[in-house]
């Protein structure tokens, strides 16, 4: 009798884990369903949920070295509708717009419109990386300070992709944390 209790006991004991298992496994598919939905609700929000910021102190007193050398300051574009976008080469989403905004900066380079793209990265990798893909705006080698400058303009959290408009008059527009679309693109052409 004791053994077959033992048999007995060691085939329910299975069957009593099995369930067990499907519970735990359940509540952890549901912990990474609500985890993607709360992201994705999050990526939706951010460009919104951005806190408001005032223009930089300072920023038309930069100066960025470009890939080729030379120095680029911010001052030269002041006065003008600026759309500054901060990317680098290691991050995909900022690699996947860049040729939008070219696209944007030559439809709109007509009507006043400027782009600066300031690379939060090495000097080699962006060498290396716009001698395969050609960009017609000017790009600023921002490296750490460019991330800096990113929280003054409101990127408290420091992702990339970032971009920030500022108008004629050098006050911020509008902001967007993460990938731009081309939608982006249309509504801030119309802002000046």
């Not at 300051?73 to 040729?99: H, V």
């Not at 050609?134 to 959290?157: K, Q």
Request: glycine residues 10%; proline residues 8%.
């Amino acid at each position: 009798m004791t053994t077959d209790n033992l048999d007995s006991s060691e085939s329910t004991a299975p069957a009593l884990r099995a369930p067990q298992r499907r519970a735990v496994l359940a509540t952890v598919a549901a912990s990474a369903a609500l985890a993607g939905v709360g992201l994705a609700w999050w990526n939706a929000q951010a460009p919104e949920a951005l806190p408001p910021a005032a223009p930089v102190d300072g920023l038309w007193t930069l100066k960025w070295n470009t890939p080729q050398g030379d120095l680029l300051p911010m001052e030269s574009f002041r006065g003008r509708p600026l759309l500054l976008n901060f990317w680098a080469t290691w991050c995909p989403p900022c690699i996947e717009e860049l040729p939008l905004i070219n696209a944007f900066f030559q439809e709109n380079k007509g009507k006043g419109w400027q782009v600066l793209g300031l690379a939060v990265d090495g000097l080699p990798p962006v060498q290396s990386f716009l001698q395969k893909v050609r960009l017609d705006f000017p790009i600023g080698m921002a490296g750490m300070s460019g991330a800096e400058l990113g929280r003054g303009l409101g990127n408290l959290t420091g992702g990339l992709p970032f971009t920030v408009v500022l108008g004629a008059s050098g006050q911020i527009l509008h902001r967007k944390l993460g990938r731009l679309a081309a939608a982006d693109l249309a509504a801030w052409v119309r802002l000046k």
